[in-house]
Nanobody
């Protein structure tokens, strides 16, 4: 079993920054891709960013590209999401997830383990 615990969410003004962290435990972290997804009220969960097992390959949703950066530290079993130039439309619960594969993926179905989520609220 894998446990994923997100932290770092909160309330921020538009244009501000937040850094989310996701600490993993329970099985080998370094062998699997990780992803960040988000879900706004009344909307489906959507892809935000993904990183492969090594950290050498990343991909982003068009809506966050150029503003968000995903990274990982395999020595700490932790994945991060640096969010800059935040907009009110970024308001959502952010979830980290661990893939069953080593290669990065934007496909929600590739991810088996999920954290409980952390709320990010961006005020205008």
């Amino acid at each position: 079993q894998v446990q994923l615990v997100e932290s770092g969410g909160g309330l921020v003004q538009a244009g501000g920054s937040l850094r989310l962290s996701c600490a993993a435990s329970g099985r080998a972290f370094s062998g699997y891709a990780m992803g960040w997804f988000r879900q706004a009220p009344g909307k489906e969960r959507e892809f935000a960013a993904t990183i492969d097992w090594s950290g050498g390959s990343t991909d982003y949703a068009n809506s966050v590209k150029g503003r968000f950066t995903i990274s990982r530290d395999n020595s700490k079993n932790t994945v991060y999401l640096q969010m800059n130039s935040l907009k009110p439309e970024d308001t959502a619960v952010y979830y980290c997830a661990q893939s069953v594969y080593g290669t990065s993926s934007a496909f929600l179905g590739s991810y088996k383990y999920w954290g409980q989520g952390t709320q990010v609220t961006v005020s205008s």
